[in-house]
């Protein structure tokens, strides 16, 4: 699965594992999630992990998807289709409460 990343923060995660943003264990579990959606062969796979709960979202993030990191936060993406085939577009990391 291919990646597009909204935010040079999230590239910068991505790439070197570090966020001044973020706590250790959002950082750990971003990367739990990211191999994850990496080895899953469609939604399926994702929703079958019940732990992160792959939500559809509504209102103003309509066509947005939510992954639990944490209790806490949430990985919120879309799925994307472009010549070279599906890709992921990470959108953001968000405190839900």
Known sequence: ???YFASEDLVELYETGESARFALTVINAFFRVMAL???A???RDIRAVK???LERLRGNREGQYSLRLTDQYRLIFTGEQDEAGRYLSIIEIVDYH
Do not use: V
């Open 41 to 43: 062969r469609d939604e």
């Open 51 to 53: 732990g992160r709960r």
């Open 1 to 3: 699965m291919r990646f």
């Open 37 to 39: 959606i990496a080895q």
